[in-house]
């Protein structure tokens, strides 16, 4: 079973940045075949995307994060990481990092981590 833990929340304010950091109990060799993602989700909403990054490196982001935020991947050390700038109310939530492989059809979620942003 893989488990994943998220760090890094906070309450910072409005304009400021913070640094979520995700590590996974999985094996190297799982971990270097799966992709990850960093989700959100805001009471009374629905889980969203942010960011999400392929084996190969490639980065997804959702609209309202582009140019803000930038996700990264260390695959010696199975962590993936989720910087973020330029913070602004509208992105306080639980942040929930994933390791997943639709090829191998499976997916691990972490617990998630508060981010609060205050204007």
């Known amino acids: 079973q893989v488990q994943l833990v998220e760090s890094g929340g906070g309450l910072v304010q409005a304009g400021g940045s913070l640094r979520l950091s995700c590590a996974a109990s999985?094996?190297?060799?799982?971990?270097?075949?799966?992709?990850v993602g960093w989700y959100r989700q805001a009471p009374g909403n629905q889980r969203e995307m942010v960011a999400t990054?392929?084996?190969?490196?490639?980065?997804n982001y959702a609209d309202s994060v582009k140019g803000r935020f930038t996700i990264s991947r260390d695959n010696a050390k199975n962590t993936v990481h989720l910087q973020m700038n330029s913070l602004k109310p509208e992105d306080t939530a639980v942040y929930y990092c994933?390791?997943?492989?639709?090829?191998?059809?499976?997916?691990?979620w972490g617990q998630g981590t508060q981010v609060t942003v205050s204007s």
């Open positions: 999985a094996s190297r060799s799982v971990f270097s075949i799966s992709a």
């Open positions: 990054i392929t084996t190969g490196g490639s980065r």
């Open positions: 994933s390791l997943y492989s639709a090829q191998y059809g499976y997916d691990y």
